[in-house]
């Protein structure tokens, strides 16, 4: 890292640097989460770089940032690409932005848009408490280090901010409408080991919801919906024909319902999280910008 | 057309006339289904021009003239497009590339690759005889006026095959095994009315292989499988938890299982035929080249 370096360097002194080097063709490829790094983007985009990136910050920056953000990459021509800010590997971006730039109107998209979360209601059959599944899911390193980073849906409305903004809309993350599956009293202070006994005296909520689904025919999904220029994350019962239902695993789905798709929508499918497929994403989004760039 | 113009033209004249415009960055957008002008593709790429299309083709040529075709296109440096020829607008050959060039392996291809095919396998219930189910999609225009070009599996095979070149085997229309739905004695002369009335003698066929599968908990779907160098067309039994399982109405389904999409596959669904979705494809090609060529 910058900071571990023999000079040590902040991520805009860097882009100083790189400036002085009066590279053509030249791109940053920013692979942390880091806010650190997309405050220095604009000195990037000065240095005359494009920025390819994992990193969803950017996309749901303030809007007068973002579009400040925006601006400046028309102006400079930069190419910002960030494929994998939702769905790691899976093509939802590209195919979000084929169906638009072709004269498509996007009417509804939808989708189950964090691993972590398909998989602990993919798993969930009522057999084990749901606290229980949670705790097993972070042993097995299936969620974040403070699984509350999950369960708050904060992840989801992210990429439905991010979705959103590709589509043309003005959103701020605030106006994205999250139910947040931590119980309110647990929702402050430090992860400790407390969480999951504190988690375990809501088991019996969650189960409720289930036995009722179920006896419905139907199955819960933590999905993320935009319609009508409203974003929204909740736990959804969805009917066995529907079409998020059919997600495995971890799998990311994502529905898009347009003016030409619509009698059934075009779905993308797959795991949508990882190392391996995330850095495929990238390396993709990599390979796009040397196919975009004059030679 | 060529033909009904005021000055006659065939396909090779027409590209002659064109490379005396001497244009830079122009495209032939092929929007037939016809041999003829695919036939004069190395005449429009001699004339310098780029080529869109959804025409099948060319991709499923004998060996020699596909593998000489691909070399001229390297030669002269041109573009050959044709993310519509499997699933129409889907983003099947793009998705597919994308995978490679990022260094993953294809292990399988498994698809629902004919909108007909899905829609009658869906459509069917073992309530109404199968030769009448196929004898209404025709009338409504769910078939080709010959439903036996459907039926025959023989377009689905052309599509295992030019997924099968895209990644890389060297095969012919020949070496894909076709499971054709047309009884033998009904393969051979013109379409006519008849040909109901004989489909219905084989209606009990099809509904116990029905009656099979749902006392197993599965469905039939008309399946293209690609593996391990191997591409064949067949009706088969799904079990509801098979990938391809989820297709709806008439869409395409097609499941990549890869090195790194291996646990579940990378699934594209939708509506993958008529006008209007291909249409969207081939513009998104044609743009996907202006993005492509210097300015």
New interface residues.
């Given amino acids: 890292s910058l900071s571990g370096s023999r000079r040590r360097m902040t991520p805009a002194g860097f882009a100083e640097a790189v400036a002085r080097l009066e590279l053509t063709n030249a791109a940053l490829v920013d692979c942390t989460a880091d806010d650190s790094i997309v405050e220095a983007y604009p000195a990037f985009i000065n240095a005359n770089l494009h920025i390819v990136t994992p990193n969803k910050r950017a996309n749901v920056l303030p809007w007068r940032r973002y579009e400040s953000l925006k601006e400046l990459l028309d102006r400079r021509q930069k190419y910002f690409l960030y494929e994998t800010n939702v769905g790691a590997?899976?093509?939802v971006m590209?195919?979000l932005r084929?169906?638009i730039?072709?004269?498509?109107e996007v009417v509804k998209i939808e989708g189950i848009l964090s691993g972590t979360l398909s998989y602990l209601f993919n798993a969930y059959d009522g057999s084990v408490p749901f606290s229980q599944l949670v705790a097993e899911a972070r042993e097995m390193g299936f969620t974040e280090p403070d699984p509350r980073d999950d369960l708050s849906g904060h992840d989801v409305a992210r990429k439905l901010l991010i979705l959103a903004r590709e589509i043309g809309l003005k959103m701020e993350i605030a106006q994205v409408r999250v139910h947040s599956l931590v119980p309110p009293p647990l929702r402050r202070g430090p992860f400790s080991s407390q969480f999951f006994p504190a988690l375990a005296r809501y088991d019996s909520t969650v189960l409720k919801r289930f036995e009722a689904a179920r006896s419905r025919g139907s199955v819960l999904r933590y999905v993320g919906i935009l319609e009508n220029g409203r974003a929204e994350a909740s736990l959804m019962e969805c009917s066995r024909?529907h079409?998020l239902?059919?997600a495995?695993?971890s799998?990311n789905i994502i529905a898009f319902t347009t003016t030409?798709?619509s009698?059934?929508?075009?779905?993308?499918?797959?795991?949508g999280a990882g190392a391996?497929?995330t850095a495929?994403?990238v390396?993709?989004d990599i390979?796009k910008l040397l196919?975009?760039l004059?030679?």
């Fill in positions: 590997g899976l093509p590209s195919t084929d169906l730039a072709s004269g498509d024909n079409p239902a059919s495995k695993g799998d030409r798709y009698r059934t929508p075009l779905v993308v499918q797959g795991p391996d497929v495929m994403g390396f993709s390979l196919h975009y004059p030679e």
